[in-house]
């Protein structure tokens, strides 16, 4: 029944545009990963075993296209889950509109990633030669990357099929963890292991993984607590 003067509470799933920018990105996703599926698999293998053969493989203009939309997706995705846990844990009658709160989320991920590149254009050609570096940017792209087509189906199933919003936190952040654990696998492979710099490896744990991962956190409790009033 239908009560003049209340409003009906926002939900992502009876939005049509979210819906259907869901659809297009799903689709452009689904494109992606059927027309590279064998670039991918070879690139996701050489991430954890270093011999692998990519001497047939040039990083193209597409390459990084793909990447970079991959990339969007995964901060709109967890944009859209950091919406749904600050109406969930986070609720108050003063929160923005919807919309606000989702871009603000996108850009506190928009800026950590374009932090970490400037972190890592700063620091890690020191202790590198020009074929390293270019191999590391690789694997730096690469993953963001990957985390789009991850955690694109677990917000997905979150927002049309109900999962548990405490199970989808979950799930996301085993992606990011692994992604993190093998960011920080393909950077004492690449720079540290051979010269075995096991003091500039700390230094790197600390300044450019753990550091930042540090400031996101406080960062996203702090907004959340400001967008509560």
Request: hydrophobic fraction near 50%; proline fraction near 4%; include cysteine.
């Amino acid at each position: 029944m239908r009560v003049e003067g209340l409003s009906v509470p926002y939900s992502i799933p009876a939005d049509s545009i979210m819906s259907v920018v869901l659809i297009v990105c799903t689709l452009l996703s689904a494109m992606i990963v059927m027309r590279s599926n064998k670039t991918l698999l070879l690139r996701i293998r050489a991430l954890y075993i270093r011999t692998t053969n990519l001497s047939n493989y040039r990083h193209t203009v597409q390459d990084s296209r793909d990447e970079l939309f991959l990339m969007g997706i995964a901060i709109f995705s967890m944009a859209l889950l950091s919406y749904s846990t600050q109406i969930t844990y986070f609720y108050s009658d003063n929160l923005l509109q919807p919309y606000i709160v989702i871009l603000i989320y996108a850009g506190i991920y928009t800026a950590f990633f374009m932090l970490k590149k400037l972190l890592y254009m700063l620091t890690i050609p020191v202790y590198c030669t020009i074929p390293e570096w270019r191999a590391w940017k690789y694997t730096f792209r690469f993953i963001p990357a990957l985390y789009g087509i991850l955690i694109l189906p677990v917000t997905l199933i979150h927002i049309y099929l109900h999962l548990n919003l405490k199970i989808t936190i979950i799930l996301v952040f085993t992606a990011i963890t692994i992604g993190v654990f093998t960011k920080i696998y393909n950077a004492w492979g690449i720079f540290f292991r051979k010269k075995k710099l096991y003091v500039p490896f700390f230094l790197y744990l600390c300044t450019l993984e753990i550091v930042p991962l540090a400031l996101l956190a406080g960062t996203l409790l702090s907004v959340a607590e400001a967008l509560k009033g």
